[in-house]
């Protein structure tokens, strides 16, 4: 491939496999922005070494040491199910001790940012594995760089998401019901788009 067509097949694949990072990345910023947790630094170094990982469990993949079977990349979304469930039972909790305080924080470091980045990217691994697999070092090289300034990009993107004032103001009201709704459904999310239910609906 060209230079200008590995650069645009990059640019696509990494947009198009992490456009709902968006959300997760709006809703640490939100976490960031009312609680302080997490810094924004781990944000961006967790997102950064979240995807080292994607990246690396692709180019393993490509060498078929498959770490996570492609049937079975939906088991990742237990982790921000978990999360969620545990956040909204801890919610309702509060709600009926009204002098208990709750907190819409889901990663308050950098491993729990980690670890949704990669959860909520698991699949991509399948995407990432072909498009490696085909690729000379040279063009690995320009992909990677592509998706070193795609993580900037999305990164800056997702704090300008909740940079307006009533947005900060609603999720400082709302947060805690809010924001475990999210992490539940991006569970969801990723057990559908690993296939988990079409799993289960075929046995």
């Known amino acids: 491939m060209t230079l200008g067509v590995t650069l645009t097949t990059a640019t696509a694949l990494f947009a198009g496999t992490n456009l709902d990072d968006l959300v997760v990345l ?4 939100v976490c960031a922005t009312t ?7 781990q944000i961006w170094v967790g997102q950064y070494i979240g995807l080292a990982c994607l990246v690396g469990l692709s180019l393993l993949a490509t060498l078929g040491l498959t770490l996570i079977p492609k049937d079975r990349t939906w088991l990742l979304g237990i982790v921000p199910l978990g999360l969620g469930i545990h956040k909204l039972a801890g919610s309702i909790h ?10 819409p924080v889901m990663a308050s470091g950098l491993g729990g940012v980690i670890a ?9 691994v399948v995407a990432y594995t ?3 697999r085909t690729s000379t070092l040279m063009e690995l090289a320009v992909t990677l ?6 993580v900037a990009l999305f990164c800056s993107a997702g704090a300008l998401l909740v940079s307006h004032p009533r947005v900060t103001e609603a999720i400082k009201r709302w947060g805690h019901w809010i924001v475990p709704g999210i ?5 969801v999310y990723v057990f559908y788009k690993g296939g988990a239910f ?3 609906t075929s046995r």
Do not use: K, Q, Y
């Open 116 to 124: 949704i980045t990669v959860a909520n990217g698991g699949d991509n």
């Open 130 to 132: 072909p498009f490696f």
């Open 198 to 200: 079409g799993n289960m």
């Open 35 to 41: 609680e302080g947790r997490p810094a924004r630094w």
């Open 94 to 103: 509060a709600a009926r001790s009204p002098e208990r305080e709750t907190s």
């Open 26 to 29: 709006a809703v640490l910023n």
């Open 145 to 150: 760089a592509v998706f070193a300034i795609g």
């Open 183 to 187: 992490f539940i459904a991006i569970g």
